[in-house]
């Protein structure tokens, strides 16, 4: 008899929770995944059937129980969930980056993970101490994102940088050198963000070209997934064609 | 003796959850701040002795009491409460401004009030359904900024364009027919956006110049406040200078 508990960052697995999900965790890391769990509310019709289908055919386990459902959903309309253990990442020399130092809101990941593929970044540094990008709030929050995205964690930015040197470095912070707008580089880069509550520390400022997305004194600054994706969205401009 | 209850949307007043919206609160409309609420927690020293000045200062009400923490804030490290009245706003035919056709998330509208005030977009209409403004979980994500933004509701986006129809609309949906970065007006305007889930109707295909945001066929659609945000940045660029 399988007890449920609640998901904790040392678990080997993790779970997409709900079926949109659940067919984005099936669609790119069907090898990784262990167990469907189905609940006794959700709608038989075209949907299940579909996902019955590409579980049987992968030789995925389903479980009809809606134990696991109080443990791990809060919320309403979550009638599936996909349980799959944590996969690792490769960074490439050839892509440009994301990085993240200490970032501590799982939602904010995920969200940084969603526009990141939006934008064509889905490789990301996270520097620690850092939230787990597996916590089923940053997976929720990546739509998805974090099943098509190379994630490696480092223990400091000199370990980040000592393997990818080679390449603009952008640290975003308040007092910059130069406006976002302004920046233009033929190479790959790496787009440096801090926490969201302390930002960089001050030495970034000597870390490459350091930059700020300029905007009133109104506000502190801007939120952090909300920096992350209009620097991305400036950086790549004109790369997609949305009409 | 006072009974505190959760805040519902029908209340006429709502509250500021934490100190630094508390200050931001007095800062800003002090006029309705009808009490302020100071858990026995709260650190002795200059900061309580500064908020104790203002609100004796100006008249407001003091009670040192933990019930009403214990109903409002789900969240450690809240030591203060400021409770006011709800303020109505008022929209200039020469601002441009956000237009949110039926949002539903506390959180997301709290998010695009504090980019508007960046960006110096600080007049929203919202087009209901939609959720409100003072849910004190709104009033948090924007970190202080819906103290300083004119916001008005709508019944529907036609009582809105009457109102206001001499100026650009850009209604943002996924098939239109400009580019964010090709847009360019000396006009006033209003960026238009849609709900979280289903995006504006296709009738507002017809409204004014629709404009997408390039992104790759990897995700759906950006999230509402980054999509927002993106069009305040790349509309109002240059205005700010950062560095």
Redesign the interface.
């Known amino acids: 008899m399988a007890a449920y508990k609640r998901y904790r960052k040392e678990d080997k697995v993790s779970y997409s929770l709900g079926i949109t999900l659940t067919f984005e965790l099936l669609k790119f890391k069907k090898e990784y995944v262990t167990r469907v769990f189905i609940h006794s509310d959700m709608k038989q019709g075209e949907t299940l059937e579909r996902l019955v289908h590409i579980c049987e055919a992968a030789g995925i386990e389903i479980l009809y129980t809606d134990k696991i459902f109080h443990i791990l959903s809060q919320k309403e309309n979550c009638y599936v969930i996909g349980e799959f253990r944590k996969f690792a990442g490769t960074l490439s020399k050839e892509a440009s980056h994301i990085v993240l130092v200490n970032p501590s809101n799982a939602g904010n990941l995920g969200?940084i993970l969603?526009?990141g593929?939006?934008?064509?970044f889905?490789q990301l540094a996270i520097i620690r101490p850092a939230v787990d990008v597996f916590d089923p709030r940053t997976v929720r929050a990546s739509?998805g994102?974090v099943f098509?995205s190379e994630i490696v964690y480092f223990d400091s930015f000199e370990e980040y940088s000592t393997q990818f040197g080679d390449r603009e470095f952008y640290p975003f912070m308040?007092n910059?050198?130069?406006?976002l707008?302004q920046i233009q580089t033929k190479r790959v880069f790496s787009l440096i963000f801090g926490n969201e509550a302390t930002g960089l520390p001050a030495e970034f400022a000597s870390v490459g070209t350091s930059v700020?997305?300029?905007?009133?004194d109104?506000?502190?600054s801007?939120?952090l997934?909300?920096a992350a994706?209009?620097a991305m969205?400036?950086m790549t401009?004109?790369?997609?064609?949305?009409?």
Do not use: C, Q, W
């Open positions: 969200t969603r526009s593929l939006g934008f064509g889905n739509m994102s098509s308040l910059a050198t130069s406006a707008h700020v997305i300029p905007h009133s109104r506000i502190d801007l939120n997934p909300i994706s209009i969205y400036e401009k004109g790369y997609f064609i949305g009409i």
